[in-house]
């Protein structure tokens, strides 16, 4: 079978960190065929989606002590040919948030790759769907208190309510432009100016959790089940957990309550075509659902000694059998 990754440039991903890498190295272990391009290669001529897809090859990462390790050359990349998407079996789309214009235009070229020949994961009408902060919205009783505003009276009357309350942006990714808002804080209006464009863009003012400095939770969900669990903690002075920004990461099971969280969300996630996602859960509340490019495998990986990366491709695998389509 043949694999495309929509994938940002290979040259700047982390093979010790990125769940995209473990995907390609699973599609190769399974012995399929992996190829690659960019969201910027991509088209539509006559109807389908096309694009410069590029034949790749990869040295595996390898444990050593407490982290991965690649060699220098990890990755080796192939002569890219103009060629309909629908020539693959499973198209993954990784690339990374922000959700902005050009991505949402990906998703559009997407659209023109045929279901019943090629299976596009995670679906691109479920991607334009999911915001991956306002998605959680709708499950009213899994998420703490949570306003969608671009108005300061409106967000200062929230943080002043409660003391304390977190302010995020409805893009980005790995914890940008997160702040924790006190009340009376005398940078409470500028930090709002800033993060609303001026009133311009909507962003999110969420309920304080004291249990962050715990952790913040990445549950990985396969077709609506949790798969694996990982703990991000905040490390020094910074109140974020997120990897990107120095978070530690532990091991984590995955509670009743976070198990009952994902039974709410599974039916809405494979209406929306939404079948690898990845959770924030912090203290027993549901904070993001992580739809665009979610990570964790790698580190779920060691701290479990599992392979959900061969897990998930096999997953895909097994579903690509159902589709009418003759097997080369």
Known sequence: MK???IIDPIQNLDPGHDTTVAFMEAVQTLGHEVWITQAEKLGVVEGKAYGWLSPARFKPVELEGD???AIELW????????????NMDAVLMRTDPPVDVPYLYTTYILDYVDPTKTLVL??????????????????????????????????????NQRGKAILKP???KAGEGIFMLSAGDRNLNSLMEVSTNYGRIPIMVQQFLPEAKDGDKRIILLDGEPIGA????????????NMAVGGRVAKAEISDREREICRQLAPTLKRDGLYFV???????YLTEVNVTSPTGI??????????LGETVMQWVIDRLTTLPKNWV
């Open 230 to 241: 990982v703990n991000r903690i905040p490390t020094g002075e910074e109140f974020r957990g």
């Open 75 to 86: 990755y080796d990349v192939g002569e890219a040919s103009w060629q309909p998407l629908e």
């Open 298 to 307: 790698r580190e779920i990986d060691r701290l479990d000694n599992v392979r």
């Open 278 to 284: 990845g959770i924030d859960v912090i203290g027993g």
């Open 170 to 172: 409805l893009g980005g």
């Open 122 to 159: 995670n679906d691109p009408k479920g991607l334009r769907a999911a915001n991956e902060k306002m998605y959680a919205l709708q499950f009213k009783d899994a998420i703490p208190e949570t306003l969608v505003t671009r108005d300061k009276a409106v967000a200062r009357g929230f943080v």
């Open 67 to 69: 982290r991965w390790v």
């Open 3 to 5: 694999f495309a990754f």
